[in-house]
């Protein structure tokens, strides 16, 4: 069945790659972004197909959102403040723009009965140590005054707000929380990890590796990501429940920057920069963060396919064909 879908955000690195996705599977697909930290270049290719439709303007802009929704069956909620570097440097616009935006949509998609799929993150399990982390575990956070713990407070309430809209109104709604999503057309400008890495080894500069280097991340390419959201989309079972969507290779930073320097063959080295310095004082870290995606295999039999290798082959080729 042909759907018409509304993805907030959808000029970003994930929201540019799902609209490949369903425009390749016969839908009608309209975007919203402010270009705040999208891009026009990820959606360029797509502007002239006739299934298509970008609306430049915030999903703040209650009007424009409004006429938008009402022509939608489906909306897959992105937009939202994305990157450390964003969330420590702007704090306020961070907040606000995550839960503001998330009601704005809830709002709307109940006016007109959309099913809604709303991102969250993995930073809402906080400083949680029972790897890996299920949908169901307690949450521990830090302090309030730490803009970190400030974001993974919008976006756990952006969580209870979509829950509280399903249990109350009956609002068709879907969860899922995002582990260090990877692939093309993703920028380090906000401090995503692997094409910041990717691109220090590709100019020969000094990869530059916060902490101690030995936190440890899984990371999944945006085309199992893509994929997943996609049989959410289509399937009914997953209407009032909360997924995680993440890579099942751990690896630690110091690892990660040695192997970005094998498939970049560069000669860089590795810089050690303390928190401190990178975002200054105050800044909390995970050690680890890994997902238990067992609740995702059972629904939809989804598993990310790509390799860590895989990934960063697929990243330094996207870099290095921009040049």
């Not at 990501?225 to 995680?244: D, E, M």
């Amino acid at each position: 069945m042909q759907l018409r879908i509304l993805i907030t955000g959808g000029a970003g690195f994930i929201g540019s790659h799902l609209s490949d996705k369903l425009l390749a599977e016969g839908h009608h697909v309209s975007v919203i972004d402010d270009l705040s930290t999208g891009s026009i270049k990820n959606i360029k290719h797509l502007i002239n197909n006739t299934n298509f439709k970008f609306i430049r303007d915030s999903i703040s802009n209650e009007i424009v959102l409004d006429r938008v929704a009402s022509e939608t069956d489906v909306i897959v909620h992105l937009a939202a403040a994305v990157g450390v570097k964003l969330v420590v440097e702007r704090p306020v616009y961070t907040i606000e723009t995550n839960v503001t935006g998330t009601e704005q949509v809830l709002k709307a998609a109940l006016r007109y009965g959309c099913k809604v799929l709303i991102a969250s993150t993995s930073e809402v399990y906080g400083k949680g140590h029972k790897i890996p982390f299920t949908e169901n575990d307690d949450v521990l956070l830090g302090s309030t005054s730490i803009a970190r713990w400030g974001y993974a407070i919008s976006k756990m309430l952006d969580e209870s707000l979509a829950f509280a809209y399903g249990t109350e109104y009956g609002l068709p709604v879907v969860l899922f929380r995002l582990f260090n999503t990877v692939g093309p057309r993703q920028t380090g400008h906000y401090g995503m990890v692997i094409p910041t890495f990717m691109q220090q080894a590709i100019k020969g500069e000094p990869i530059t590796v916060f902490g101690d280097g030995t936190q440890q991340r899984c990371f999944c390419d945006v085309s199992d990501v893509v994929r997943a959201i996609v049989g959410f989309i289509h399937n009914p079972a997953a209407i009032g429940q909360l997924f995680n969507i993440g890579g099942n290779q751990e690896v630690s930073m110091i690892e990660l920057a040695e192997k970005v320097i094998k498939i970049a063959q560069s000669k860089s080295e590795i810089k050690m920069v303390p928190y401190s310095e990178a975002f200054g004082s105050g800044f909390e870290d995970m050690q680890r963060r890994v997902p238990n995606t067992e609740k995702i295999f059972n629904l939809l039999n989804w598993k990310p396919t790509l390799t860590l290798d895989q990934i960063l082959v697929n990243v330094r080729d996207s870099l290095l064909n921009k040049k």
